[in-house]
């Protein structure tokens, strides 16, 4: 090979090399703001948005006060359980609105839980930060008169991940997984192929390695258009579930549509409860 080609070969390779490590240092830097997309601003006074429910303030083991919103159920359906919503990377617990009511409508009661750094929340974000949130979400159920044993956890995406390791260490009376994956790499190995996001990612969370070995009871719910989380991975989350009472395929639906929130997933939640053995 000519040395003025092996030359332009060799710059070529280094520039190469030059703009991946630049990539890959800036995903490594920036990675939890591609994750964690909260809005942070405090959602109006729940009586202005959710009639019936109130504020409540979760205590974290690390010392912060979280606000988040429970919803009595419709007292002509209670069916003394409550759901514990964990939501998605985005937004905040006024975008949540509408499920909540479609769930007290179907006899449950509701914590809308909001992690740190959402929704006027102190503190920001990350694996551990949001599994300590949930584990103040438990207590305060609790304070309300919902052990685990009377509450079915609801995660939705990113919340799939908290519910699932929440699920191991206080075991709830069923679990429904909105739009799962086997672990968080998997989705972020689709979206940046060119990374080797197994190797970079600080943010794990598992969904497969605990629901695998799990006997709680699991309903996986997944679109067949979503474009955030493949439905082939949540396919994979249902395949390789220990104790899979239903998987429901919503044709067509994306990640965000307003089935993701509506009717349908409050009816998953409902069968599920209607599937459990009696207390």
């Known amino acids: 090979m000519p040395r003025p080609v092996l030359r332009g070969l060799t710059r070529a390779a280094l520039v190469v090399g030059l703009v991946l490590v630049v990539v890959v240092a800036v995903f490594w830097s920036f990675q939890r703001s591609l994750i964690f997309l909260p809005d942070r601003a405090a959602p109006p006074p729940v009586a202005e948005v959710l009639p019936g429910a109130r504020e409540v303030t979760l ?3 690390d010392g912060l006060d979280l606000a988040s919103w429970f919803l009595p159920a419709d007292p002509l359906a209670d069916r003394d359980l ?3 919503y964990a939501p998605g990377n985005g937004g905040n617990r006024a975008g949540r609105v509408g499920i909540a009511e479609e769930l007290a409508a179907r006899g449950f009661a509701v914590l809308l839980l909001d992690y740190r750094g959402y ?3 102190p503190g920001s974000p990350s694996e551990e930060g949001l599994a300590a949130d ?3 979400a438990v207590q305060t159920l609790a304070e309300q008169g919902f052990l685990a044993d009377r509450t079915i956890y609801l995660g939705e ?3 799939s991940g908290v519910v699932a390791r929440l699920q191991a260490s206080h075991p709830p009376a069923g679990i429904v997984l909105r739009s799962p994956y086997p672990e968080l790499a998997a989705v972020g190995s689709h979206h940046y192929p060119f990374l080797p996001v197994q190797l970079l990612l600080r943010d794990r969370f598992p969904v497969t390695e605990h629901m695998s070995v799990s006997p709680v009871p699991v309903t ?3 679109g067949t258009a979503d474009s955030v989380v493949p439905t082939g991975l949540s396919a994979e989350v249902a395949d390789s579930a220990g104790n899979l009472v239903e998987e429901v395929v919503l044709e067509g639906v994306d990640h965000n549509d307003p089935e993701m929130f ?3 997933v409050a009816d998953a939640v409902a069968r599920l409860a209607d599937s459990l053995a009696p207390r």
């Open 59 to 61: 205590t974290t083991e």
């Open 82 to 84: 409550a759901v514990l």
């Open 119 to 121: 929704g006027g929340n």
């Open 134 to 136: 949930a584990e103040a």
């Open 157 to 159: 995406s990113l919340g």
């Open 220 to 222: 996986v719910i997944r």
């Open 262 to 264: 509506g009717p349908l």
